[in-house]
């Protein structure tokens, strides 16, 4: 099985740099709700994770930045 572009570290560490940011605006339940996401990355299966490093890969940092950024905001706001 290849590496993956990204580890699971680094897609953890996706959940957790957000957290952070929402914990410093002062938004409790989006936090909550980002490190629930940062617990369960542990689990995602290694297939899922190589999927997602492939089409990030073709997509391009600008576009996958600002598509987690989005994501983000929708899960902070609910």
Not at 37 to 56: G, N, Q, T, V, Y
């Amino acid at each position: 099985m290849a590496k993956p572009a990204v580890s699971r570290n680094a897609f953890r560490g996706l959940f957790a740099l957000y957290a952070l940011r929402v914990h410093h605006d002062h938004e409790p339940a989006g936090e909550d709700r980002l490190l629930k996401l940062f617990r369960s990355s542990e689990d995602i299966p290694d297939k899922l994770l190589e999927l997602w490093s492939d089409r990030a890969e073709m997509l391009g940092p600008e576009v996958v930045g600002a598509t987690l950024s989005n994501g983000t905001r929708r899960i902070i706001d609910h």
